[in-house]
């Protein structure tokens, strides 16, 4: 994951960073409350849209773009965004 957050950290030292990994059947989105980066990777794609494509995972993105956090995705992780 080191290859996502390289270029961020660089620009910003103190810079909260958590990975969803979305290969879990399950993720405590509160676990992740304090990040004001959010990388969503690459993987299954039908996966993630099956097991995530849901209001939890929508309110949780939702409340770290209001609180001014960035969310981004990279392959599957795009498309599911």
């Given at each position: 994951?080191?290859?996502?957050?390289?270029?961020?950290?660089s620009h910003f030292s103190n810079l909260n960073?958590?990975?969803?990994?979305?290969?879990?059947?399950?993720?405590?989105?509160?676990?992740?409350?304090?990040?004001?980066?959010?990388?969503?990777?690459g993987g299954n794609t039908e996966k993630y849209i099956s097991t995530y494509v849901n209001q939890e995972f929508k309110n949780y993105i939702?409340?770290?773009?209001?609180?001014?956090?960035?969310v981004i995705g990279f392959s599957a992780g795009a498309l599911l965004l």
């Open positions: 994951m080191k290859k996502y957050t390289e270029v961020f950290r960073t958590d990975y969803l990994l979305l290969d879990t059947e399950q993720i405590n989105f509160d676990s992740y409350l304090d990040a004001d980066l959010v990388i969503i990777g939702d409340h770290m773009l209001n609180k001014g956090a960035k």
